[in-house]
């Protein structure tokens, strides 16, 4: 699996690219390790965090496909190892 495809952090100081392992976690957290910048969609031009709204966790976790094929047996998906936690989402 491509490194691009397990992670998928988009940050708007990146030029709206997925985080990659280029980029350092120094260049999208702050001191505290929550987001520098906005956090977009990555289908569609909506804002989804505000800056320093949410915090950078490592964990690595698979996400299944939104939409499979039904003759295959295996559930297909994605591994990502980079999130943001919203402690409070009001």
Known sequence: MAESEKTGLKSADCSRLPFSAEMSTREITDDNGQNK?????????????????????KKEFFLPYMYQKNERAAVEGVTLIDFWRVSDML
């Open 37 to 57: 910048t906005s956090i977009y969609c990555q289908r569609c031009p909506s804002l989804v965090l505000s800056p320093h709204q949410a915090t950078l966790v």
